[in-house]
T-cell receptor
Framework: GQSLEQPSEVTAVEGAIVQINCTYQTSGFYGLSWYQQHDGGAPTFLSYNALDGLEETGRFSSFLSRSDSYGYLLLQELQMKDSASYFCAASSGGSYIPTFGRGTSLIVHP | NAGVMQNPRHLVRRRGQEARLRCSPMKGHSHVYWYRQLPEEGLKFMVYLQKENIIDESGMPKERFSAEFPKEGPSILRIQQVVRGDSAAYFC?????????????????FGEGSRLTVL
């Protein structure tokens, strides 16, 4: 089967940097995505890594190590509005269907 | 609104009734995915469809659940004879091509979800 592990909750203060880790076990791995979800609303896409290394998009960066089956999402200059759930998702198989982790609840304190 | 549209946003059914959830993908998208989410949990894949074809239904229960994406009109997720365990949020997502993004960008576009409550 396929599984992804990520911490259930992370807390940080405004302006800080936080890293959310994700390890995966999946066959036919293709790439790792990250999504943000506020209060059970529509998940929104943040980033995607198909190759090893760091992808930077504004305050958010994502990293992938295929040899370690590991990735992380890095959030810089945290803002209160970043409080949300963050999901990693591994795309695999012939149809590249994303399998999601259970999510990490990020709580940003003033 | 060019986004993924789902309706109804909220649906209440009694045990044994049928639930029909509809999803209109983004304009230009021909690939639709249905996911189920329980409180405090991740999104569990159910089914992946293209127009008039079910590509992968490995995550969908064999009984009571069915999905379609006709040539015209929205994709439909149908749950027959609902039970309390079916209570969840059902999210639809679309992409312009195969897999997580037509150009393998990993991006799916999600709707706001349909929240089913079974009494």
């Amino acid at each position: 089967g396929q599984s992804l592990e990520q911490p259930s909750e992370v807390t940080a203060v405004e302006g800080a940097i936080v890293q959310i880790n994700c390890t995966y076990q999946t066959s036919g791995f293709y790439g790792l995505s990250w999504y943000q979800q506020h209060d059970g609303g529509a998940p929104t896409f943040l980033s995607y890594n198909a190759l090893d290394g760091l992808e930077e998009t504004g305050r958010f960066s994502s990293f992938l190590s295929r040899s370690d089956s590991y990735g992380y999402l890095l959030l810089q200059e945290l803002q209160m509005k970043d409080s949300a759930s963050y999901f990693c998702a591994a795309s695999s198989g012939g149809s590249y269907i994303p399998t999601f982790g259970r999510g990490t609840s990020l709580i940003v304190h003033p | 609104n060019a986004g993924v549209m789902q309706n109804p946003r909220h649906l209440v059914r009694r045990r044994g009734q049928e639930a029909r959830l509809r999803c209109s993908p983004m304009k230009g998208h021909s690939h639709v995915y249905w996911y189920r989410q329980l409180p405090e949990e991740g999104l569990k894949f159910m089914v992946y469809l293209q127009k008039e074809n079910i590509i992968d239904e490995s995550g969908m229960p064999k009984e009571r659940f069915s999905a379609e994406f006709p040539k015209e009109g929205p994709s439909i997720l149908r749950i027959q004879q609902v039970v309390r365990g079916d209570s969840a949020a059902y999210f639809c997502a679309s992409s312009p091509g195969q897999g997580a993004g037509g150009k393998n960008t990993g991006e799916l576009f999600f709707g706001e979800g349909s929240r089913l409550t079974v009494l």
